[in-house]
Structures are given as C-alpha cells and as structure tokens.
C-alpha cells in the first residue's frame, strides 16, 4: 500500500491539473457560445487489486448527450481501461451506459477481456476460506472474455421493462494439480462457452444513475443460458438488485445502500456462479475466491464531496461551491452458499474508504481501499460502485 500511494502521489497531481484544465476550457466555450457535447478525460494511473497485483491502467471517461438541447437528460457516458501488472495479467474492458428519446430509453453494454495467471479455490464458502493457495493447489492461467447488452423501455413513470444478452467464456490453461482435480474442472472442463438471453424489470427515480443523491432503484432479472445460443451448458441467473439514496444536509452528502442477491440453478458452470469481491460489491477479497451457486450482499456507503474555500475564478458571482474532491466510506456483510438454506454461517465481512475526483459533472473517477476476511485490496474505477 505504501509503494500505491507514492505512485499515486506522484500521477495523480497531474490528472487533477489536466482535468482542471479541460473544465476552464468548457467554461470559456460555453461563454463563447460553442460548448462542446463530448467530453473526454484521458489518464494513465498505478492500481493494485488481490488478484492482480500492482498494475498501470490506461483509459479514459466520456460522455455526450444524445440531445444536447435537453439540459435534464442524463449525459450518457462510457469508460475504457486497460491494464498490464505485475503477474503478467492483461486487463481490458468498457461498460456504456447511454440514455435515448428524453430516456425513454436506455441502451447498456459491457465488455470485458481477461487474460491472467489466476488462483481458483474451488466452489464453496469452504474451499475458498480453507484451501491454501499456491502453485500446486490453485494456480491457473485464464482467459475470459464477455459481451453484454442491454436494452430497456420505459413502459410508465420510471418503470423500464427490457432485455438482456450475455455471451461469454472461459479458458483454462497451465492447472496446478489441485485445480486438475477439483471436481467441477472434471465435470464442466477446461473451456466453456455460455450464451443467454434474458428479462429485466426495474423501477428507476435516481436523480442520476452514476451518482445518485436522491431516489431508489430496483431491478429483477431473469437469464437463461441454453445450446438455442450455442451454449455448452444450460442453466439460470437470477438477480435482484435494491439501492436507495438519501441526501443528508445538503447535495455532495450522501447515505447510499444496496440489497443484491444472485441465484443459479441448472447446470452452472465453475465460472458462472456467483462470485464475491469486485469493484462494485465487497470490495477488498480476491475476486472469484469465494464462489457458489448463491451469493447475498448488503452494504451501506457515506459519501461526502468537500466545498470550495473559494469562488470559481472563472465565475466569481457564483460563490461558494462543491468541490471536485471526496471521499466515501463503507460498510458490508455477504453471504456465499450453495442455496439460500445454507448461507447461514457463511459470513464475508467487509469494510474500507476511498477518494472521489470529479473528472466531469457528476461522474467521478475513484479510489477504494477495501478490507475482508485476510485479504486487502486498492481499486482504481470510473464512477460510484453503486
């Protein structure tokens, strides 16, 4: 952690500036009469993650809106990130997020690409908590790629109705013995192609998707993987998906939480179950360690943005202000099982902080320093966690 935060020391003075720089030339043009619709935030930063190692990403946030003539659509945005570290991991991906017909529509994409010395404990709370890792127990070499669209309608007030696509796989090389003879490698093998196709229900009143300060959300979805899409297993996800959002005092002071659980039935392969400690959930264990057919979360986040000592030097009439800069802090507690009866007693505590930078309006670049059961993590993202 030490080494990160000298190398983040040493990059990050140059984003904030470069940033900074691209907001007074917005401000000059949009008094000129000429604001641009498309903005864009390049950088190249240090990370580090369990699984991954210390890394240098390079990427960028962009966003635009699909009718600049509409100040109260949502901007959409999409960010892109690749990364190399120091296990000789290969790290690519963007996820889109875009809002059409003054968001009567919503177009969602991600996609990801993953080629990486990994370590795979096996599926369970057990094997992930009690398996030693190491070169003859867990090590592995996988590569993994997805592709997952979304579309989404809104059929009343803030209620979408929509489907969802998912094609991915997964490619195991270099086995240690242990992961030779786990179970589940034997059963599904060492390359698995999964297509499905599924629905999504979701009522949305977020005053902003990406950094909400007010409003709730929740989703369910359905997704069903099958050989219809030439997938080499067929089998089900299901997900639920709750978060609130309660502005405390004023905008920039926010209490956030979330309620996810995801349930696999069928004939879910090693690499689709339901794996804990991403960017986006509890963040701090290594990602895919703790894996199972079923998987519960709950997190509650603080999430305060700094005012400005001084007025906007380019509009000084404006006063006092947000800043750019904040920071969150988390708390969280999962649960990893095989189905809902057997989550008791499989308990994933979680805890951390992280700093906020505003790259543009609204859509922040992040910093988190997660904590779990031992095991830490520093991760590097574009917008909230949730």
Partial sequence: MVIFLLMTTAVLPGVVA?????????????????????RASPFIVPGYTPELGFLLAAGGLFSFSTDPGNESLNRSNFNVMVGYSTTGSITAYSLWKTYWLEDRLRVNLDLWLKDM???????????GRYTQEGDQTTAYQRLWWQINPQLLYEV?????????????????????????SDPQIEEFGTRNYNGGAGIILLHDSRDMPENAYTGWYLSGSATFYGSYLGSSNDYQIFEADY??????????????WQLYSRIGTGSVPYAEVTQMGNPWDLRGY????????????ALVEYRFKFMQNRPNRLRPEEGRKESRHGFVTWAGLGWIGNNLGDLRGHRLPNIGFGYRFELQPRLNVRVDFGWGVDSSGIYFNFTEAF
């Fill in 18 to 38: 470069f940033a900074d720089e691209a907001t007074d030339a917005e401000a000059t043009d949009a008094d000129d009469g000429k604001k641009r619709n498309f």
């Fill in 117 to 127: 010395p990994d370590n795979y404990w096996g599926v369970g709370y057990e094997n």
């Fill in 156 to 180: 009343y007030n803030d209620l979408f109705l929509g489907m969802n696509l998912d094609f991915n796989q997964t490619v195991l090389s270099d086995m240690s013995p242990g992961v030779e």
């Fill in 243 to 256: 978060r609130q959002y309660q502005q405390i005092v004023r905008p920039g002071s926010t209490l956030a």
């Fill in 286 to 297: 290594y990602w895919g360690r703790f894996r199972d057919r079923t998987g519960l979360f």
